[in-house]
């Protein structure tokens, strides 16, 4: 009796339990349901957040307008000042150059707000892909908007400013210096995630490095449309300023595909059992 009793116990302590089977990463995360209205505070709540960070930043923008400006405009050769149309022109300048100096500070913030309103709507394998990416992306970005600020922009203004010097006054208008500028930075800050989306697109498996390869010529077209597009003025001089960088940028682009993002596609595709 006593070892019919506890010949059941010996089995359950000698019972292994089953390991819980790991989440598939391919599977998006399981969220508590929301509603609209809770989907809109969220949204909200993110808002605010920005714009307080911007109107903190703002106050070091405006300390650091002025000193920007004078730089704007030497690296513009405008000598003698900006050209004004309207009598508000000035002011708004000052206060303009303020807010994107703002801006430019608090991006970080704004990118990780993004990226926690959007996160919920991933897979786990695309959020893995998308934060391992954000270093580079951030890296890129500030690196494409310095060779705008510092190398593209200046000798765009070199070459502008002593074309037929000996008929045209060149006193620019300070509006337009100031968009002529962000139109270079931004564009360029976005066309440098160029290798980024190279390296997405191949390790999700939709592009192979072998086929970027054979995409040369369409993406030499392509780039120097995108050139087209970013560079404010017309002349094939700054077009091939924002070309060169972006035709670099897509052999590199290649490049790191092949080293990182060519084996799980390759083996994705490799039958089993088949020879290495």
Same mark, same amino acid.
């Not at 620019?172 to 930075?185: D, H, S």
């Not at 924002?242 to 490799?270: C, H, M, N, S």
């Given at each position: 009796m006593i070892r019919a009793l506890k010949a059941p116990n010996l089995k359950e302590k000698l019972h292994k339990p089953s390991l819980p089977k790991l989440p598939d990463p391919s599977q998006p995360d399981v969220f508590e349901e929301m509603t609209l209205l809770e989907h809109m505070v969220e949204l909200r709540d993110r808002i605010v957040k920005i714009v307080l960070a911007v109107a903190i930043a703002f106050i070091a923008g405006i300390f650091l307008a002025d000193d920007l400006l004078d730089l704007l405009r030497t690296r513009a050769n405008a000598l003698n000042g900006f050209d004004v149309v309207s009598p508000t022109d000035p002011i708004t300048m000052f206060f303009k150059v303020a807010l994107y100096i703002a801006i430019g500070i608090t991006l970080p913030v704004i990118l990780w707000q993004l990226f926690g309103f959007l996160a919920p709507g991933l897979t786990r394998k695309e959020k893995r892909l998308l934060i391992s990416s954000l270093p580079f992306v951030s890296l890129l970005f500030l690196g494409g908007a310095a060779y705008g600020f510092f190398v593209a922009a200046p000798?765009?203004?070199?070459?502008?400013?002593?074309?037929?010097?000996?008929?045209?006054?060149?006193?620019?208008?300070?509006?337009? %210096?100031?968009?002529?500028? #962000?139109? !270079?930075?931004?564009?360029?800050? &976005?066309?440098?995630? *160029?290798?980024?989306?190279?390296f997405l697109l191949a390790k999700l498996?939709?592009?192979t490095p072998k086929k970027m390869r054979s995409f040369r010529k369409y993406a030499l077209l392509i780039i120097f449309i995108a050139a087209a597009v970013i560079t404010p003025s017309t002349d094939p001089f700054n077009?091939?300023? %924002?070309?060169?960088?972006? #035709?670099? !940028?897509?052999?590199?682009?290649? &490049?790191?595909?092949? *080293?990182?993002?060519?084996?799980?596609?390759?083996?994705?595709?490799?039958?089993?059992g088949a020879a290495a």
């Open positions: 000798a765009a203004f070199q070459f502008l400013s002593s074309f037929m010097s000996d008929l045209f006054e060149w006193s620019p208008e300070g509006n337009a %210096v100031i968009t002529f500028y #962000l139109t !270079l930075m931004i564009g360029l800050a &976005l066309a440098f995630q *160029l290798p980024v989306v190279m498996g939709v592009v077009m091939a300023l %924002v070309a060169v960088p972006l #035709l670099v !940028l897509y052999e590199v682009g290649i &490049l790191i595909a092949y *080293l990182f993002a060519r084996r799980p596609i390759d083996e994705a595709k490799t039958p089993k």
